[in-house]
């Protein structure tokens, strides 16, 4: 069935849904997004989605066009709109627009931001598989800009990373630089050694992700021991186990770097308790 | 007047030209592009541009479109269909597509490119008054990916070293890497020091210019000695003369440098008879 999505104020089918080839989206990847998990028809997190969309627009001098409360108006609106979602995320991207023609200067400021959302359905998002057996990882290098904390829409180098996973025949790629892991193709990424879990710290290297924050959270409350700091591929493949935190995919195991196992090769133990901690205290504040 | 531009095969009036919300050029900076300058209707360089577009979609797996001659044929046509259009540039740009969604796996083999190619009218362009008084540059910390060679609409950055540079009232900003200067923001280049031209190898840190190529070609015949190495601010601050080269802008005098005039704050003799030689001999060969 065709979607209905949101475009500039309006609902519209899917196909209709079209932006000028002049859009800065299109010609100069001046572009940022958020995806928010819904689960049984609700919002997660969205709270963290809306203020981190709020800064990404900041840092570029992107007007905010949209206020909280439109927000998730729009968000309900396409879940009602779009009947038979009920699983799966909402993508939202605002550009700073349609200037009627392509310049790198930014457009004067009456030029209002094109702001696009639509529902992606994932049926049994929260059972994934996946979370039972982990995934495969390989390590790329870290070929990204380095404004990496701005959600931009220049993913072009994840994309290309997420097919040399595929290629490779693994789930997903992390990116090393300087020798660290800065993050996974579209997710945060940890180790846990000795009962401490081990992420990079947060900077403009890596996103800062909403999960992340989340899971860290509640990982504290749990009395376990957090230690941010960044770490190699040697330190994965040689953790107890290894994770990785996602909108899309909450809390994941990685059971393989690089081709060696990590731990028993099987989801760990830390991995699995945060997973259901997160997807738990999650869905109470669902909205 | 409104332009006519071509769209996936139609020539339509600019208003009309719309890509779809899933298209990958929108969503993941998922495109390549080119820009062959025009002077009295024809086409400069179109060879070179060709050349590039070809590797820089190889380089991303994207299928070519469109063959040389079909490529000229439409730039020749943009050039009759849009009569006030006599000196500019024309905008050629490629995407990997309309999957139909969104997602960083590239789409099936059966989804075609995007192409879109549109005028951009700049009467007078052959004689730019800045290439009579030169331009100031600022210097900026250069967060771009790694592979720039590969001619990517991933532009925000460059857009925003080009605000930078015009907060800071000067006309371009210059990228820093390691201490030693990549390229401009949109352009290569160079200083010159005891009459011998200096400008950064080739490699995948910077664009591979086309006018950069014909330019150190033209210059090696008439016997200028060029010298291919990265320099630092400081060196172009000290130089006898600096300049950068792009298709729009050809060969273009810097006479200040983060505040510091190059030489006598004046455009220098070889930037000068490199302009001369390059306009003279591109005439020639334009199509």
Same mark, same amino acid.
């Given at each position: 069935? #065709?979607?209905?999505?949101?475009?500039?104020?309006?609902?519209? @089918?899917?196909?209709?849904?079209?932006?000028? $080839?002049? /859009?800065?989206?299109?010609?100069?990847?001046?572009?940022?997004?958020?995806?928010?998990?819904?689960?049984?028809?609700?919002?997660?997190?969205?709270?963290?989605? %809306?203020?981190?969309?709020?800064? #990404?627009?900041?840092?570029?001098?992107?007007?905010?066009?949209?206020?909280?409360?439109?927000?998730?108006?729009?968000?309900?609106?396409? $879940?009602?709109?779009?009947?038979?979602?009920?699983?799966?995320?909402?993508?939202?991207? %605002?550009?700073?627009?349609?200037?009627?023609?392509?310049?790198?200067?930014?457009? =004067?400021? /009456?030029?209002? &931001?094109?702001?696009?959302?639509?529902?992606?359905?994932? @049926?049994?998002?929260?059972?994934? &598989?996946?979370?039972?057996?982990?995934?495969?990882?390989?390590?790329?290098?870290?070929?990204?800009?380095?404004?990496?904390? $701005?959600?931009?829409?220049?993913?072009?180098?994840?994309?290309? =990373?997420?097919?040399?996973?595929?290629? *490779?025949? *693994?789930? /997903?790629?992390?990116?090393?630089?300087?020798?660290?892991?800065?993050?996974? #193709?579209?997710?945060?990424?940890?180790?846990?050694?000795?009962?401490?879990?081990?992420?990079?710290?947060? #900077?403009? /290297?890596?996103?800062?992700? $909403?999960?992340? =924050?989340? %899971?860290?959270? +509640?990982?504290?409350?749990?009395?376990?021991?957090?230690?941010?700091?960044a770490f190699t591929i040697e330190e994965a493949q040689s953790a107890d186990e290894a994770f990785?935190?996602?909108?899309?995919?909450?809390? +994941? &195991?990685?059971?393989?770097?690089?081709?060696? !196992?990590?731990?028993?090769?099987?989801?760990? !133990? %830390?991995?699995?308790?945060?997973?259901?901690?997160?997807?738990?205290?999650? *869905?109470?504040? =669902?909205?």
């Open positions: 069935m #065709s979607r209905t999505v949101y475009l500039n104020g309006e609902y519209v @089918p899917e196909q209709e849904a079209m932006v000028s $080839i002049f /859009d800065r989206g299109f010609v100069m990847g001046d572009a940022v997004y958020e995806v928010t998990a819904v689960i049984d028809g609700k919002l997660w997190d969205f709270e963290g989605h %809306v203020a981190r969309l709020a800064r #990404s627009l900041d840092a570029l001098e992107i007007q905010n066009p949209l206020d909280r409360e439109t927000l998730l108006e729009i968000h309900h609106e396409l $879940i009602r709109r779009n009947p038979d979602f009920t699983d799966g995320g909402i993508y939202l991207q %605002v550009s700073r627009g349609n200037a009627g023609d392509r310049d790198f200067v930014y457009p =004067a400021a /009456d030029v209002a &931001p094109t702001v696009v959302l639509y529902t992606q359905s994932k @049926p049994g998002l929260l059972n994934d &598989p996946k979370a039972k057996t982990g995934i495969k990882v390989i390590s790329v290098p870290d070929l990204r800009w380095h404004r990496r904390d $701005i959600k931009t829409v220049q993913l072009l180098y994840p994309s290309m =990373a997420k097919m040399a996973a595929k290629k *490779a025949k *693994a789930d /997903d790629a992390w990116f090393v630089e300087d020798g660290k892991v800065t993050e996974g #193709s579209s997710n945060n990424v940890y180790i846990v050694k000795d009962g401490k879990i081990i992420t990079r710290e947060l #900077s403009h /290297d890596i996103l800062h992700g $909403i999960t992340r =924050a989340a %899971v860290l959270r +509640m990982a504290k409350e749990a009395q376990m021991q957090v230690e941010e700091r990785f935190t996602s909108a899309s995919a909450f809390v +994941m &195991p990685v059971v393989e770097v690089d081709g060696a !196992k990590v731990g028993t090769g099987t989801p760990g !133990k %830390v991995a699995t308790r945060l997973r259901e901690i997160y997807l738990e205290e999650s *869905a109470k504040t =669902a909205l």
